[in-house]
DNA sequence: AACGCTTGCGCAAGCGTTTACGCGCACGGG
DNA sequence: CCCGTGCGCGTAAACGCTTGCGCAAGCGTT
């Protein structure tokens, strides 16, 4: 493998310069450049950035450990986050900690012995050991999806009003009786969805009958059985609402196998959209989270973050938006009126922070 | 930022001491070995592996460099190699070249700054630059997907017979005029699917209309538009074929506008199942193609390069599955017989090198 | 002519590991 | 009692780069 010593003495000149004209950190004159490019064009010389980075102590990558890549709403982070990283130079070393809180520790450390600059986690039900790991050295991290608390940078979608939005409107199509399929317990996004359920069963004065909520682990089977279980109670619900995408899939199956018809039969509404969601009979409606803006903004803040570590840290909430379709029971609109009707999708909100002090979505400084 | 030399000092050993307790790289005695465990806990000292790998010249990361992240395939792709490369102890090093020749060189080249041991890379429709830059510095890369001549490590899955079996399907169904949606040109898949529907053609005497293949670009809005010219030839197609699942959106979508119902007034069948396929109406007819095996096989291909830079290379084809369903026009079955039915879905045959060499799925030493 | 400034570059000391040598010690056999 | 042999460990030289320091030459000023 040649190495800077080799491309020096190729070109006629000191490492130090061709160190130089490689990350333009001092004038050098244009005909000695020219020979150190020749020189590197010739030998076929790739500058090793491991040793670099041994002196400069920064590997310009950063780290990403999130479960489930196999999620669409992951995949949309992941591009997100694979965008704003090559923007600004830095590779992506990937991690899947399985949502297993022991693996969690280990593909974090893995992430640190490689010494990235910074890593963007999406957090377990148990995150605490991880958290500990990372603070105790350190390590700029900025958390994604489900929160840590506020003492660390986080980014996540606005879970609960969407939640409450998507139940209200069922409400109101005179449905009295909501079923939800919740997700894994312990979970930020689990925990604000329920409250954004319940927010909604208040404000149109329903009851709350616990035989209409079950969990549905955040995964298809799961959400499958939770489905049927729900579906054979005494007073089975009307509408059925889905905390994410994967457990769609499961309600759908369940009801399917039911012959239950959507949704004439039972109404139905999910957390999460996807590209199929128009493609389904009835349309699907839904509430899209902002995946790749919440990736996009994730590097951001881990980008501020590593320009001054003494910055207070931040917690970002990306609105969503509610996807209007027919799986609701509403009709089909004519063409032309796709997509969100008035009244039910907000306003493209911007960003906000927690306290809701609006933040500049561009580029803080 | 805690070292070896902190860590020694602490247990009152030498630095050579703790890495060999760290690597295991030669007998020391047991209370020697707790002093060093305790001190690196004591001190919360993590490895650093960038140190490590300069002197020992490998990283034990692989990178990573498929396009199109947010398709569904690729997302098991990634799975597959995920699973396999943390098994064996590896990184990953995550890039998208973005289906951009440039960008592809580029990405392949930030791959090599970090010095990954080996690269899997799914080629664009013009690779030349990028495998003359890999072949030159001698890094050793296995390609997926799509092939780029057989002195190098190839996985992929079989794309002529399944596409084959499809379209044979769809004229053992009465169709005469089937019409396709390729993808985008140049990419061995496409060519390869292509070949297999006119294969499909010719063994069933079906005359080749060239109005019934348009090129879908691979992607959905590619496809919409390619779908709608072909339904709107003088004389448009019965069936329809989709070359990936992107494409099958774009042809449901044309469909939908038009008001066309599947499987009544077009039958349709697609390359590329996904989890949704069996819940749109009707369910889809599709040729599954194994992305976490061919996700694995690459890992282990490479690892086997690794290990044997020497070693001749392989071309590796995994078979596909056809997932039988309705979109084809063929009645539901009753429950149980769901998935494949005799006489169309080929047994789980084994991988093959090209020439039909089998190969041990597991380990070739 | 002497001086100082600028421009263009080389020298060499690290960065945090691994690992080839080699050294001291305890032990057993002659 | 001496010597050979393991065993357990330390010393120091790399690995390929960055970067502070400093030198030499060219040039404009006084």
Redesign the pocket.
Known sequence: ?T???D??RHA?????????V??D?????E???AAVLRAIDELG?T??T???S????RTRSIGLAVSAISNPYFTEILQGVEAGALEAGYGLLLADPHDDPGHERKVVQLLHERRVDGMIVAPSAEPSEMVGYLTRRSVPTVFLDRLVGDAHDQVCADNTAPMRQLVEHLADLGHTRIGLIAGLPGLSTTTERVAGYRAALRSRGLPHDPGLLAGGNSEAAGAEAATHQVLSAEHPPTALVTANNAMTIGALRALGSRGLRVPDDVALACFDDFSWADLFTPRLTAVAQPGREIGAAAVRLLLDRLADPDRTPRTLRLPCTLVHRTSCGCPELPRGAAGARPGTAPPAAPATEEGNIPVDERNTP
Chains 1, 2 share one sequence.
Do not use: E
Not at 54 to 57: F, R, S, W
């Open positions: 493998m190495t800077m010593v491309v020096a006629g000149v000191s490492v130090a310069t061709v160190s130089h490689l990350n950190t001092r004038p050098v004159r005909a000695t450049r010389y500058h090793n491991l040793a670099r041994l002196v400069t102590a």
